[in-house]
């Protein structure tokens, strides 16, 4: 019979958790506290945004937090883990900050009753709070507003089998659209707020008020959370450009690099080097590997 000790070393190491992801444990307390609400976590996703180190002021002018409340808000996600300090330097007179990480999950145990019902309130209260303040920024709009999208069907429809799995996955490409719009959100040296001045659902229409943008939140079961968490992390395609994006899935959808600089009003020379760019970003070495790359996004 094997020891306990000799056991252990048998089994597999725990899987981990990605470099890019953090996790937050619903019995802690402080750290929850620090995603608690949609400022807070605005203000990590607005940080997370400028992909390099900022200031308080940079962070207050693109955010809109007063100068208060933001440095409260960047103490309790810099206790969390989520953010961390960088200490003023000769060149640099004042302490930047810079996020730990590109999402955080919430763990716990789904067998434990007490923690399954914590993670449930928190998730409950945080899309309460945002919901309200969709709400509010949203106010009256009229359906014809400039800047609106909106289309809805009404009637009896029978979906065939395979009408289904289209509607489903055009939806689905819609959702992969919009997380690269997502993920394209880089914050520069901003002279004005860096805000959210869209709201998507099935409808896309503009705010009367911006608003923060959020980050995703995970929360999974502490064993299932490391796949969880790698998942999200492969399933995100690297930030291209818009002219990238649109060489990109041109290229998937099997258009010859002519077509598709005749198609953009470029030089055939130009969609060749975009297009190493591209796959140098991607990480692939031909146009299967990047068709499976895009996923929904290239079957647009």
Same mark, same amino acid.
């Given at each position: =019979?094997?020891? *306990? ?23 802690? &307390? ?10 807070? +976590? ?6 997370? +945004? ?6 308080? %002021? ?32 000769? #060149?640099?007179? %004042? ?5 730990? +990480?590109? %999402? ?12 399954? %019902?914590?993670?449930?309130?928190? =998730? ?21 507003? #400039? ?8 009637? #009896? ?21 919009? *997380?690269? /719009? @997502? @993920? ?11 805000? +959210? ?16 943008? =959020?980050?995703? /939140?995970? &929360?999974?079961?502490?064993?299932? @959370?490391?796949?969880?968490?790698? &998942?999200?992390? !492969? ?12 060489? @990109? /899935?041109?290229? &998937? ?5 002519? !077509? /598709? ?14 297009? #190493? ?11 299967? !590997?990047?068709? *499976? ?8």
């Amino acid at each position: =019979m094997p020891t *306990n000790a000799e056991a252990a070393a048998d089994r597999p190491p725990a899987p981990s958790l990605p470099p890019d992801t953090r996790a937050i444990d619903i019995r802690d &307390a402080g750290a929850l506290s620090a995603i608690g609400t949609p400022e807070r +976590c605005g203000v990590f996703e607005v940080l997370r +945004c400028f992909r390099r180190p900022a200031t308080l %002021q940079e962070l207050s002018v693109a955010s809109g937090v007063p100068a208060a409340r933001l440095a409260a808000a960047v103490d309790d996600l810099a206790r969390a883990g989520l953010v961390r300090a960088l200490p003023a330097r000769a #060149k640099r007179r %004042q302490p930047t900050y810079e996020v730990t +990480c590109q %999402q955080f999950v919430v763990t716990f145990d789904t067998a434990d009753r007490a923690e399954a %019902q914590a993670v449930r309130r928190h =998730m409950d209260a945080v899309t309460s709070d945002l919901t309200k303040a969709v709400a509010e920024a949203r106010g009256a709009i009229v359906a014809d507003a #400039k800047g609106a999208v909106s289309h809805e069907s009404r009637g #009896k429809f029978r979906l065939r089998p395979d009408q289904f799995q289209e509607l489903r996955r055009r939806l689905h490409a819609v959702d992969e659209f919009v *997380n690269q /719009i @997502a @993920a394209d959100s880089t914050v520069g040296d901003p002279v004005e707020p860096v805000l +959210c001045d869209h709201v998507i659902e099935v409808k896309v229409t503009p705010l009367r008020k911006p608003l923060l943008p =959020m980050p995703w /939140i995970l &929360a999974a079961d502490r064993r299932t @959370a490391p796949a969880l968490a790698r &998942a999200a992390s !492969e399933s995100t395609v690297p930030t291209l450009s818009q002219r990238e994006q649109e060489i @990109a /899935i041109a290229l &998937a959808h099997g258009s010859s690099r002519p !077509e /598709i600089a005749r198609r953009l009003g470029l030089s055939p020379n130009t969609v060749a080097t975009t297009s #190493k760019r591209i796959y140098a970003k991607l990480g692939v070495s031909n146009r299967a !590997e990047l068709a *499976n790359r895009l996923g929904a996004l290239a079957r647009l």
